[in-house]
């Protein structure tokens, strides 16, 4: 009977360290480079949801725009404080997405770039910490 304790203890040894070793490694926020997963519903009521995004600097954001509206194309845009545009364009009843990485903290605004939709209120914040 102890042979066999000590077999399945042997056994068992290995993988109780690599997953001891694994989780001491990766920080309380996750792990470093890991991809932000944010969600954006566009509106033809002239609106974002949520209106205020937080993402962490220096890890890769993936954005979903998800087009709710049955009319307009929509798009999201942050086109000042960037070393480059962000932007993407979802069709009526349809979503799509990219990847973009910020380095560097602030508050950034998006904006929809479709003619009169931002001076109708469509845009929001997006807060890098």
Not at 100 to 116: A, E, L
């Amino acid at each position: 009977m102890k042979r066999a304790s000590l077999l399945v203890l042997v056994a068992l040894l290995p993988l109780v360290v690599a997953c001891a070793a694994s989780g001491a490694s990766q920080p309380a926020g996750g792990a470093s480079g890991s991809t932000q997963q944010l969600t954006v519903k566009s509106m033809d009521a002239m609106k974002f949801d949520p209106a205020t995004l937080t993402a962490r600097a220096g890890q890769p954001i993936q954005l979903t725009l998800d087009n709710s509206g049955s009319a307009l194309a929509h798009d999201f845009d942050i086109t000042t404080g960037l070393p480059q545009p962000v932007t993407v364009i979802a069709q009526p009843g349809q979503k799509a997405s990219l990847t973009f990485t910020v380095d560097k903290p602030g508050t950034y605004t998006y904006v929809c770039g479709q003619p009169g939709h931002e001076a109708a209120g469509m845009k929001g914040t997006l807060t890098v910490q």
